[in-house]
């Protein structure tokens, strides 16, 4: 039975996304702590006792909490999503050179398919069942 012989990047590969799943999961976690410890300092002093002071109540808090909820963690949202596509961007790139080789099958354009078309056949057979 022969051994499939992993490449030395995609160990790498795999190592970098592990870590970059890490510093994502503790940004957030480090921005929510963040942002109780301001609701913490800065909510109100006063505690509501009708519907409509809990309802102005709970919107004073949100209001204390909007930068870090909102702002920064769609900031962060932001970047870590287009760093995640560059990852995945190298790898297709490397994973393209390692098909083209073998496809020799025809279609596209001078009777060879482009890298797109056997991407998306690939995604087609073991993803879109």
Known sequence: MALIKLERRTWKTLDALDTFGR??????ELI???A???QLLNQPDWH???ESEH???CAEIA??????????KRSLRYTCSALLYSIAEVELKRYGKQV???SKQKGGRGGR???LEAFSRHLKIHVWM
């Not at 510093?23 to 957030?28: D, I, L, V």
């Not at 209001?63 to 920064?72: I, K």
């Open 36 to 38: 109780d410890i301001e």
């Open 32 to 34: 929510t702590q963040d």
């Open 63 to 72: 209001d204390v909490r909007r930068f870090h909820d909102h702002d920064m």
């Open 23 to 28: 510093y994502w999961r503790k940004s957030e």
């Open 55 to 57: 309802g102005e109540y």
């Open 100 to 102: 083209k080789p073998q």
């Open 48 to 50: 509501p006792e009708t």
């Open 113 to 115: 398919e482009s890298f």
